[in-house]
């Protein structure tokens, strides 16, 4: 029995038996790869043609000819020079969170706020619903660049609720029908957030903590709706190359459900969780010590230190240039920061704080020195690390600290986060400074405030452009990534960001047989089409979780 697919110039052969071939010694493996370009992404960089694969893991790389001689398989894909990379990974996702936002509308790339409502109607009359939910809305993109107010959505919707989170996920607007469900009024008031006024009264905009004062009244998703959102979420990620994501602020539940769909073989992607810092969460897992499948890793504890910039919500040293009475919000007490990286250093975890402001990361890095040792290998992560003080920024090699960054915020803030900053942007998306303290640092893409696809964080890491090719000679140039850098911030450096770098990362003996076929060689294609770079095929443990067809 022979069967031969054929998929975009990439074939596969399998016989159900392991082919002749002319060598006696020859051992049987599950699939062969042959006639490849494989960048394995190991430590020299090294590049080979061929690899033989058995149980899920790599055996063997070499020449077509070697591998062939040494090795028979039932399987054999012959790629036909295409390039191959290890499974692409993002160190910093929300892959449950990206499952339910794909059931809400999408209003981001909406030119104006009456756009907005609009596509919200349409899609309320395509998917009915009690509460009506959205996400993505930036008004950075419209027509006039001011925060919305609820009278259109009032208008719109007088008896449903509306929660509609902005792209960062950093403020929301909430109509009336939502503030009355949810008890908000003029004289709510809460730490660490704030709710948008004018000549008095609400507008609905709601930012940072305020937003939970309405989200926690929208109704949770039921364990079903999850499974179909992780399921759909885990497909479009295939579709992208990524065999490895992660969860950056999980609940107790949710990790239970990751692990035991993927124990079932339901859930086939592999993912790094950083849990919220709650009771159970501490008590289940953080008091039992790191919890590691080949397909789940809990190693961290996710913490907040201050909001996003678009909102202004990020936590500055000096006031905001286009608000000079803000200085941005730190969203916990101080003291909850020590009590978490107390417990996460007693139990030997990570800790990943979100900071985008330089005071926010200032003052996290002013933690961490309490508990970190010389040269230790904690990798405590900080994530963002969107703005560095230059006096900061040594403490990242000293401290051993990881800025774990995404490439694509960097290009799509550029057109206003100056507006914000004033002369501070010259210290703000500094990506490779950042590499140069330890030498290495993950790039994720934070979806779903970015796309899911992780070739536009390769392009804009290695380009500093848009996908428009703006701005010519890119963004802030000297702190782009090389190719070899990027890509190891993408497989190597992101497993190593997740203490997943002993079994994967990179195409060695050993390790698991996670691989993206590309129609195009990332390392030598012109830089201005890197971005459409598209997945010819996925593989995770060696077979196929995606083929274009
Ligand atoms: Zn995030």
């Known amino acids: 029995m022979k069967a031969i697919s054929k998929i975009s110039g990439i074939t596969i052969l399998s016989t159900g038996l392991a082919l002749f071939t002319m060598c006696t010694k ?34 063997e790389l070499g020449t077509t000819e070697d591998i062939q001689a040494k090795y028979s398989a039932p399987k054999v894909i012959n790629a036909q020079g295409k390039s191959i990379y290890p499974g692409l990974h993002d160190p910093h996702s929300h892959f449950l969170g990206y499952g339910l936002t794909l059931r809400n509308a999408n209003l981001s790339g909406a030119g104006s706020w009456s756009e907005v409502v609009t596509r919200l109607v349409e899609h309320h009359a395509k998917f009915p619903s009690t509460w009506v939910e959205g996400r993505g809305w930036n008004q950075n993109e419209w027509d006039i660049k001011e925060f ?5 959505l009032d208008k719109a919707f007088p008896n449903n609720p509306v929660l509609l989170i902005r792209v960062d996920g950093h403020a929301a607007i909430a109509n ?45 998703p039921s364990t079903q709706e999850k499974q179909n959102a992780l ?43 950083m849990l919220n810092p709650t009771e159970e969460n501490i ?24 909001g996003a910039l678009g ?29 978490i990286a107390q417990i996460a250093h007693t139990n030997g975890y990570q800790v990943n704080t979100h900071c985008i402001g330089d005071a926010a990361v200032r003052f996290c890095l002013d933690v961490y020195a309490n508990y970190l040792e010389p040269n230790n290998d904690r990798r405590w992560r900080i994530e963002h690390a ?47 400074q950042l590499l140069q303290q330890n030498g290495w640092l993950p790039n994720g893409s934070d979806f779903p405030i970015e796309s899911i696809n992780p070739m536009f964080g390769f392009y804009a890491a290695v380009a500093r452009k848009d996908q428009k090719g703006y701005p010519e000679g890119g963004f802030q140039p000297e702190n782009a990534l090389t190719r070899e850098q990027a890509l190891r911030a993408m497989t190597i450096w992101a497993a190593k960001a997740n203490f997943e770098d002993s079994f994967k990362g990179s195409l060695e003996k050993g390790k698991v047989a996670d691989f ?15 971005f459409e770079t598209e997945v010819l095929a996925t593989y995770i443990d060696g077979k196929a979780v995606y083929l274009k067809q």
Not at 313 to 325: F, H, R, T, W
Request: net charge negative; proline share 4%; aromatic share 8%.
């Open 311 to 339: 909102s202004r919500g990020a936590l500055l040293i000096e006031p905001y240039s286009d608000d000079v009475n803000n200085r941005g919000l730190q969203l916990e007490p101080p003291a909850k920061y020590m009590e």
């Open 26 to 59: 020859n051992q049987k493996v599950d699939t062969l790869v042959v006639n490849a370009n494989i960048y394995t992404v190991d430590s020299t960089f090294s590049k080979h043609q061929a690899m033989a694969i058995a149980n899920g893991k790599v055996v």
């Open 516 to 530: 993206v076929i590309l129609d195009r060689d990332i390392l030598a294609a012109p830089e201005s089409t890197l």
């Open 231 to 273: 399921f759909q979420a885990q497909a479009n990620c295939f579709k992208v190359g990524l065999t490895s994501v992660s969860d950056a602020g999980t609940d107790l539940a949710d990790v239970l459900l990751f692990d035991s769909l993927q124990k079932s073989g339901e859930l086939t992607m592999r993912i790094y969780t």
């Open 176 to 220: 009336s029908k939502a503030l009355e469900i949810a008890g908000v009024n003029e004289s709510s008031a809460v730490d660490g957030g704030s709710l948008i006024k004018q000549n008095g009264k609400l507008t609905g905009v709601l930012i940072d903590n305020a937003i939970e004062l309405v989200r926690k009244v929208v109704p949770a």
């Open 386 to 432: 969107q703005i560095v003080h230059p006096n900061d920024l040594n403490r990242f090699g000293e401290l051993k600290v990881v800025p774990s960054i995404q490439s694509t915020h960097a290009t799509s803030d550029m057109y206003w986060a100056d507006e914000r900053l004033g002369k501070r942007i010259s210290y703000a998306y500094t990506y490779q």
């Open 148 to 152: 919305p107010t609820k009278d259109l």
């Open 283 to 306: 008590k289940h897992f953080v008091e039992k010590g790191v919890y590691q499948t080949p397909k789940l890793t809990v190693s961290s504890i996710k913490l907040f230190a201050d």
